[in-house]
């Protein structure tokens, strides 16, 4: 299932790299909403560092939404109270989705299939009850509001704005593909390679001499530096952090970002993210029930097309190469 | 790996295609309208309220301002502050939409007004907390509706006066930015009269349980149990307080109800004696909620409520500000406004200049009977009216330039 | 803190608890057969009582309206059940786990949506049935009646279950089956069919709890969110596929739920999501414990 991620002697910046930055770059020259670009990379690093669980380790985690909101309300509480600088707060993000990726790792690796699930779920609810009733520092209900979003200041005298959407979109757009070749490094690494085996086999993972439980909190906490510093960006972004940031609601969209895209590689959740955050948009203009179309979208994929829409796109091309090749030999 | 590059090429060359056949054509001539409400999740029908309400004041004023023609843009807030923001700084943006009206919930409202001032659009609202006009205020958002503070003035305090009797009262709060001002401003009441607050509790926004509050305000011996909670959780809270029989053993105030609307949704069976504040009530002298009446009566068969008067006022406001200062320049709209004074739907308003506060009259009314209901819309009897804002001395506002 | 609120709590926590029990049971016996957890559990619970209000408005202001709501909504719901197990949750049986989850979290995304769309965004509600209306006086305290008949109608369905499960031939089949589903195969007995059976069962005994909660709390679309992840904590509690379990769970969230309102408010969900980590990390098998 994941073809790329077994690929040896990947060069950091390639041209898989180059046309995916050159996509993602496009976005906001091509979509007609001015902030939404940025929200999609967003999510699409969240969706991302979820599959490292899921389409990778094979762990289904329904916990992100917490790594997501505690990276977010780091990036938020710094910015309103300490006025550090941001790319500090956004590595603070990055630290305390690592951590509490740690925390809740730690616990649920000691229990697999079902019981896993929930143990995610228990501590998704855990994190979410509490930012809801730390009012004085979360602001509950009603998000944390007012957080700044100052200038990057790289050196005296050196400033770099992120005031407008295109200037704070070349940002994300930066950070976002320095996360995925990192990513990708280390899912092509030997490290990335067992974690594919413990997903399709972990008994001889384990035979084969591999500590798994090891292996599996290292993706855990990876996951969570990347969906903190994500949940980071996402305060920058708003400029508030809402609650919802750490609701189960937001486990709930990288898992559908990942599986609509498809979980077998690691550019599915990236178009993922971007096929239901555009649909959405739309979608939500035209007709308030979009979400029941996403609901038996969903179904449909679950039942007919697990490879997700990426399985679809390459599937396609497999077979037009295939057509292609043909016609050049019979000629 | 090459079938992936082509594979990437082939999604970009679809998607450029699809999002420029889409693409929505630009606002330009228009006046645009982004009204904020719920079209999903529990409090959908109130977005359809506000659907109404703003509709009939484009009809007023024949769907055209200086000319130009007024359009309106309804927005799902799904009542959550993050996705509001959201959609307003979109709305904002990429259509260029610079009014937006409405809000349900306070959490919401505020995060709206964080969005109008960083992108300098005008926010017309009719939410409670205080701090909306007050600590939080700023340029570019007005309010309508008495905030909490009038609300509990206007209700608890007639009501201490009425019920000398009445010395312990039990609270029921929402959790969230609304309960906790209107919760603020109570216990600042029951203290000023020395009344005793014997228990208060919090519940989420949406919440659908409530014996276990209801029974501890019984075991309270409460005289007077407020419900500090409005629409959905509101009629739920009433109904099962009758279930357990707490109606019978003490006196119930709603202080911020939507009218009409919750009397006829809980029914007289529920509803008789309990008392309920009220920003908009259809059965006073005044001439234009009299001219509204008239148009619901014809184009529903009904009267209008409180879901309904709110956001056909937001836009005739806006409307009304617009034509008066002649252009559509959101400075010079905000001008006009700060200070006005006119007709409005409880009689004489006038909107405040420091802090666009709109100084309005709060109605306090008790549901009436079953046998005493004449005629449609006759639910509950008017017991007390007035105006309570607070002045500037004493308000947190401090507005920037 | 007198000893009669304390009583008074103590009967919330036991209604509260009856109908987490209801649902929790569906959800329990399904996980032990099916071996999956339904998260489309909480929407059919919405689904009970969105079809108990049409019945009920449709027979009329007769005053046994209600009590052919009750009988009949759970059995449509049932069907629905049925419906969706032979059409989507069969396809899925043989492959990996976590797609059947999320199978059935779409499976009720979709059925809220749809309950949106046939019924309104609007909640709906229904007056309590004239029987049952008013409060019984304890003396130290008074309780609604409807509430006091809830808690023993939901003993007896649970009773019946019960003596269903351990008594008849066809729950001898349900039983084996939660051991070893194969080993049923191999004896030549339709597994399928009992699969079908097990899930309407369950899914109508969700519908049975919302449609009895209607005159309470009334019905919204999203009733079911919040009440499904509070019957995961109960049935993880209680010890998953057991029937026995998911009772004693759901009658220990109820009756914390309504005491913790008492002691600790702010505290109660922490509380209970804690007591769900812990049980599966000390107790995999729940409380309960038989299997």
Redesign the interface.
């Known amino acids: 299932m994941v073809e790329?991620g077994l690929?040896r002697h990947k060069p950091l910046i390639d041209?898989?790299i180059c046309?995916?930055a050159g996509?993602a770059f496009?976005l906001p020259f091509?979509?007609?909403?001015?902030?939404?670009p940025a929200?999609i990379l967003i999510y699409a690093l969240g969706a991302v560092s979820f599959n490292i669980l899921?389409g990778y380790t094979?762990m289904?985690s329904f916990g992100q939404g917490a790594l997501f909101g505690m990276g977010a309300y780091t990036t938020g509480l710094l910015l309103i109270h300490l006025g550090w600088h941001p790319l500090a707060t956004l590595v603070c993000a990055s630290l305390s989705g690592a951590i509490t990726a740690l925390v809740v790792g730690l616990?649920s690796i000691?229990?697999i299939?079902?019981?896993f699930?929930?143990?995610t779920?228990?501590?998704n609810?855990?994190v979410f009850?509490?930012a809801?009733?730390l009012k004085g520092l979360t602001g509950?209900?009603?998000?944390l509001?007012?957080v700044p979003r100052p200038n990057l200041s790289i050196f005296p005298g050196l400033q770099i704005p992120l005031q407008t959407?295109l200037q704070f979109f070349l940002f994300i757009w930066i950070v976002f593909i320095g996360c995925i070749i990192v990513i990708r490094r280390i899912l092509c690494s030997p490290f990335g390679r067992v974690l594919v085996a413990i997903k399709e086999n972990p008994e001889r993972a384990v035979a084969v001499g591999y500590n798994i439980q090891y292996y599996k909190l290292t993706a855990f906490i990876i996951s969570g530096l990347f969906t903190g510093l994500a949940g980071g960006l996402y305060a920058l972004f708003?400029?508030?952090v809402?609650?919802?940031?750490v609701e189960?609601v937001t486990s709930?969209d990288f898992?559908i970002m990942s599986?609509l895209g498809g979980l077998g590689s690691l550019?599915g959740p990236i178009?993922g993210a971007?096929v239901v955050k555009?649909a959405s948009e739309?979608l939500?203009e035209i007709w308030?029930?979009w979400?029941?179309v996403?609901?038996?979208t969903?179904?449909v994929f679950?039942?007919f097309m697990?490879e997700g829409i990426w399985g679809l796109?390459?599937a396609?091309?497999?077979k037009l190469?295939v057509n292609l090749s043909g016609k050049v030999e019979k000629s | 790996m090459k079938k992936n590059l082509k594979a990437l090429l082939a999604v970009g060359v679809v998607a450029i295609t699809v999002i420029f056949l889409t693409m929505p054509a630009m606002a330009s001539e228009k006046v645009v309208i982004g009204v904020l409400s719920a079209f999903s999740g529990p409090y959908a029908s109130l977005g359809e309220d506000s659907v109404r309400g703003s509709q009939y004041a484009v009809e007023e004023v024949g769907g055209k301002v200086l000319g130009k023609p007024v359009e309106l843009m309804f927005i799902d807030t799904e009542v959550k502050p993050g996705v509001a923001a959201r959609k307003t700084r979109e709305a904002a943006e990429s259509k260029g939409v610079k009014y937006f009206a409405g809000c349900i919930s306070s959490g919401v409202a505020l995060a709206v007004s964080q969005v109008a001032r960083e992108k300098g659009v005008l926010f017309y609202t009719s939410v409670g907390a205080d701090a909306v006009t007050g600590s939080k205020c700023n340029k570019y958002t007005f309010r309508w509706s008495l905030p909490t503070y009038g609300a509990i003035q206007q209700t608890v305090k007639p009501l201490i006066k009425m019920y000398p009797d009445a010395k312990r009262w039990y609270t029921i709060t929402p959790d969230y930015v609304f309960g906790h001002s209107l919760l603020k401003n109570c216990i600042d009441i029951f203290n000023e009269f020395g009344v005793k607050h014997v228990g208060n509790d919090m519940h989420p926004l949406g919440h659908t349980e409530f014996s276990s509050f209801i029974t501890k305000a019984m075991a309270a011996k409460a005289d007077f149990v407020v419900f500090l909670n409005f629409g959905k959780d509101t009629i739920n809270a009433i109904k099962q307080a009758n279930n357990f029989g707490l109606t019978k053993r003490a006196k119930i105030l709603v202080p911020w109800s939507s009218g009409l609307r919750d009397l006829q949704e809980i029914g007289p069976d529920f509803c008789e004696g309990i008392y309920f504040g009220c920003q908009f009530w259809h059965d006073v002298d005044v001439p234009l909620t009299k001219k509204l009446n008239e148009a619901w009566m014809k184009k529903y068969k009904r009267l209008p409520s409180y879901t309904e008067a709110a956001p056909y006022l937001h836009a005739r406001m806006i409307l009304k500000a617009i034509e008066m200062a002649k252009t559509t320049d959101v400075k010079s709209v905000i001008k006009v406004l700060e200070g006005l004074k006119y007709e409005g739907l409880t009689g004489e308003e006038e909107i405040q200049e420091f802090d666009h506060q709109t100084r309005k009259k709060y109605y306090l009314l008790q549901a009436k009977s079953k046998k005493d209901i004449k005629g449609p819309g006759d639910y509950a009897t008017v017991i007390s009216s007035g105006v309570s804002v607070k002045s500037q001395a004493e308000s947190e506002c401090r507005m920037e330039d | 803190m007198g000893a009669g609120l304390i009583l008074m709590q103590l009967l919330n926590g036991i209604v509260l608890g009856a109908i987490y029990v209801l649902i929790a049971v569906g959800l329990s016996v399904v996980f032990g057969m099916l071996n999956i957890i339904n998260f489309a559990h909480g929407a059919v619970y919405a689904l009970g009582a969105y079809f108990a209000f049409s019945l009920a408005s449709l027979i009329g202001a007769w005053t046994g309206s209600f009590w052919i709501a009750v009988a009949v909504a759970p059995l449509g719901v049932a069907v629905v059940g049925a419906g969706i197990e032979v059409s989507l949750l069969r396809r899925m049986y043989d492959v990996v786990h976590e797609y059947q989850i999320l199978l059935t979290f779409a499976i009720a995304l979709v059925i809220q949506e749809l309950i949106i769309l046939i019924w309104g965004p609007i909640g709906k509600s229904v007056s309590m049935p004239p029987q049952l209306a008013g409060v019984i006086d304890f003396g130290m305290f008074t309780f609604p009646k409807y509430r006091i008949f809830l808690v023993v109608f939901i003993a007896l369905v649970c009773m019946g279950i019960w003596l269903f499960i351990h008594k008849t031939s066809y729950g001898a089949i349900v039983r084996a089956g939660t051991d070893n589903r194969d080993m049923v195969n191999c004896l030549g007995i339709n597994i399928y069919r009992v699969f079908t059976l097990v899930f309407s069962l369950g899914v109508g005994l969700a519908g049975l709890a919302g449609a009895l909660a209607l005159p309470m709390r009334g019905a919204q679309p999203l009733m079911g969110d919040t009440i499904l992840l509070l019957c995961f904590v109960v049935v993880v509690i209680g010890g998953l596929g057991s029937l026995e379990g998911a009772i004693l769970g759901g009658l220990i969230v109820g009756v914390v739920e309504s005491m913790m309102i008492l002691l600790w408010p702010q505290g109660t969900m922490i509380a209970i999501f804690a007591a769900m980590a812990i049980v599966i990390l000390t107790r995999p098998r729940g409380l309960w414990g038989l299997r």
């Not at chain 1, 509950?140 to 998000?143: A, F, K, R, T, W």
């Open positions: 790329e690929e041209r898989e046309m995916l996509l496009l091509v979509l007609p909403y001015k902030s939404l929200e899921l094979g289904l616990f000691q229990r299939g079902l019981y699930v929930m143990l779920l228990a501590f609810q855990l009850f509490i809801y009733q509950g209900d009603d998000g509001l007012d959407n708003m400029k508030m809402p609650i919802t940031a189960l709930t898992i599986l550019y178009i971007v555009i739309i939500s308030a029930r979400l029941l996403l609901g038996l969903f179904i679950m039942l697990k796109i390459t396609a091309l497999e190469k």
